[in-house]
């Protein structure tokens, strides 16, 4: 979760709460010696997530002393062009719990792609978020970003297991 996304003037809706139960999620899963990924998007240039810039920097730590990994990407899917893929079978992970922003782009994309692959997706309703989608004159009025976070995880599909809260997503070491 980058900084532009979760503080400032451009964070998501109930940001705090966000990053309270993601930072939470991650101890959890520290504590249970489980692979801990967290995904770095490098957005264009002027993007709020341009490379070097504050908001392209993650907002919660890493503990790469505990083998914590970063990876770097460019699409919204965190496997597209990354070596997450081979990062989990040689961890021997075969279940994922994904949790960030923006609901509908990148976790979407992401969990998509690890269906795609067999591995088992948890997906935490209340560890994910994104933006509220504006009015579009002659289409619809504003849709607000809880809505539009359900309808993201409503469209992966009855192969994705979505947990009402992260405090109830469990952790293995691989």
Request: aromatic residues 4%; hydrophobic residues 40%; proline residues 6%.
């Amino acid at each position: 979760m980058q900084s532009a996304f979760v503080s400032g003037r451009g964070a998501v809706p109930d940001a705090d709460r966000l990053l309270h139960t993601v930072g939470d999620l991650m101890a959890r899963a520290r504590e249970s010696g489980a692979l801990l990924v967290q995904l770095q998007n490098d957005g264009e240039p002027g993007s709020p997530d341009e490379p070097g810039t504050p908001g392209w920097r993650l907002h919660l730590p890493v503990d790469t002393g505990r083998g914590e990994v970063v990876l770097r990407k460019s699409a919204d899917d965190g496997f597209e062009e990354t070596r997450l893929e081979k990062l989990l079978r040689e961890a021997g992970v075969t279940e994922l719990a994904l949790c960030g922003v923006m609901s509908e782009m990148c976790v979407s994309a992401t969990a998509r792609t690890a269906l795609e692959l067999d591995f088992r997706v948890v997906l935490p309703h209340d560890a994910h978020a994104t933006y509220d989608i504006p009015a579009a004159e002659g289409i619809s009025d504003a849709v607000p970003a809880a809505v539009v976070s359900r309808v993201a995880e409503w469209a992966l599909g009855d192969e994705i297991e979505v947990v009402a809260r992260a405090s109830d997503v469990g952790f293995t070491r691989p």
